[in-house]
């Protein structure tokens, strides 16, 4: 029994060898004497494509066709994607931008140089791949954001969401459904005595370009019902004795 147990022994000390372990191997960046250019790390063959990298869309990936900015958006701009850039537009575009794109956001009223307002008449006439664009590589004291939002979708969202905050600053009743007309908050007291140029929304719904849609009352003006009209009211001669 003993001289079984010592031969077991023996064979499993014989197959404890660091052959695999020991295996020639090159560490990265390691010199080559096998290859002709001696790098031991060697570059992808041509071709290659990580996966899920596949960027063949120029217009969704680059905001360009050919050399031109697209005037288009190569996705379904949905609800849900307007939204999707209203949240990543809140993240990383309100510190400079401000909430509704007039270029006073936090970090501006701290001292960083102003951006121009997205309701400027050059802005608004640039075509989508523009923004797109200006997100991915940056412009001016603009730095690019590629790094903080990776996803092409979600620079197109932003986009959409640029585009909604500059019809929400500029809409007529024409941009409006008229199904959804009747929905629209009814102008506040203060209001009444107000006469907007003709065709434009009721000054309670402007401020968030999806309250239209939302219908969750006033936008960045609130409710002023409570106002009342200045009296001027007659100087009281004080008695004299």
Not at 72 to 87: D, I, L
Not at 181 to 196: I, Y
Not at 203 to 232: I, Y
Request: hydrophobic share 30%; aromatic share 6%; net charge negative.
């Amino acid at each position: 029994m003993k001289r079984s147990a010592l031969l077991i022994g023996a064979l499993l000390l014989a197959g404890c060898r660091q052959d695999m372990h020991d295996a020639p191997r090159l560490e990265p960046l390691e010199k080559s004497d096998f290859w002709g250019d001696e790098r031991g790390s060697r570059p992808l063959v041509e071709g290659t494509v990580a996966r899920g990298q596949l960027h063949d869309d120029d217009e969704m990936y680059t905001g360009k066709v050919g050399t031109a900015f697209t005037t288009n958006f190569p996705m379904p701009v949905t609800k849900q994607v307007v939204e999707r850039g209203q949240s990543r537009f809140q993240i990383y575009c309100t510190p400079c931008h401000g909430a509704l794109g007039k270029g006073d956001g936090m970090v501006v009223r701290r001292g960083y140089r102003q951006p121009p307002s997205f309701h400027d008449a050059r802005l608004q006439q640039q075509p989508a791949g523009y923004f797109y664009d200006v997100i991915t590589n940056g412009f001016g004291a603009m730095p690019d954001y590629r790094a903080q939002i990776p996803e092409a979708s979600d620079r197109w969202a932003i986009v959409a969401y640029v585009r909604a905050l500059q019809l929400s600053q500029n809409a007529t009743l024409a941009d409006v459904p008229e199904g959804e007309r009747g929905k629209l908050a009814a102008p506040t007291a203060s209001e009444v005595g107000h006469k907007p140029e003709s065709g434009t929304l009721p000054p309670s719904t402007q401020g968030n370009p999806l309250s239209q849609m939302k219908h969750e009352g006033g936008g960045a003006h609130g409710s002023r019902g409570d106002e009342q009209p200045h009296q001027q009211q007659e100087p009281q001669q004080q008695e004299q004795h």
